[in-house]
């Protein structure tokens, strides 16, 4: 309990955390913006286009600002310590050293947990409230699986990003690897040939909190080849497999 309350008043004590914290609720703003947009654009359509509009479930286009949020917030939990020798001295206290990244990892992933379901829920429903009347707004209880994995996948980079950290040591480094889970991989896995798009398109988080609950992905841009439980675990790997390589290194290298 020690280690953890140590490290929850380190990464209170890093300013960097606040504005990350504020910037990934903004999400929500920039949700209604999106929505006050959509709404002028269907006020001001044909009758006929309006019988056909539809729009993307707001919590979903935004959700990639929290995740990114606590993505970096992950990183700097642990580079922030590297860059000022801080590392040192919590590891001298903790000499098993593990106990250290399982208490960031307990800090980061539950920020994560409380940031983004704040995120999904809330934009959810302003997004029904401004929008229902106009575009097709699926149910609360509709939504409420997908709404509830997408809000996990904050938590889950949260700790990738925290893992990365780890891994690297370097926060522009482990933000640049971040960014490209993000952006770069699901575009160069979009363009590659079929069947190759699909399969490795089923792998991207983007794809999994739908695919955890057999939603409809036949219009997503990614794939939707894995079953529930292939697509849980799939999530699970993502937090674990950087966190499990930053734990070996952290244990087998001098800090």
């Known amino acids: 309990m020690k280690v953890l309350a140590s490290e929850w008043l380190k990464i209170r004590s890093i300013r960097s955390s606040h504005l990350l914290v504020l910037i990934g609720l903004g999400a929500i703003l920039l949700a209604v913006a999106v929505a006050f947009s959509a709404i002028s654009m269907y006020d001001n359509a044909s009758p006929a286009m309006r019988r056909s509009a539809r729009i993307a479930e707001l919590e979903e286009v935004v959700l990639i600002v929290p995740q990114l949020c606590m ?19 919590s590891l001298a206290l903790v000499p098993r ?23 999904v829920f809330v934009t959810y429903a302003v997004a029904k409230q401004m929008l229902e009347g106009r575009y097709p707004v699926a149910s609360f209880a509709e939504r409420f699986p997908t709404l509830m994995t997408s809000s996990l996948t904050v938590a889950v980079f949260a700790l990738v990003g925290l893992g990365l950290g780890t891994v690297l040591r370097s926060a522009a480094g482990s933000i640049a690897v971040l960014v490209g889970l993000v952006y ?22 983007g794809a999994l909190p739908r ?45």
């Open 211 to 255: 695919e955890i609950t057999g939603a409809d992905l036949t219009s997503s841009v990614y794939g939707a080849l894995l079953p529930p439980v292939a697509a849980g675990v799939a999530l699970a790997l993502y937090a674990v497999v950087p966190l499990l390589a930053g734990a070996l290194l952290l244990r087998h290298r001098d800090a």
């Open 184 to 205: 770069v991989i699901p575009i160069v896995v979009g363009n590659l040939p079929e069947p190759w798009s699909e399969r490795f398109g089923s792998l991207m988080i």
């Open 71 to 89: 993505g970096i917030m992950g990183v700097l939990a642990i580079t922030s310590e590297y860059a000022t020798g801080q590392i040192r001295t």
């Open 97 to 119: 050293r593990w106990p250290v990244l399982m208490a960031k990892s307990a800090v980061v992933g539950g920020l994560g947990l409380v940031v983004g379901p704040v995120v």
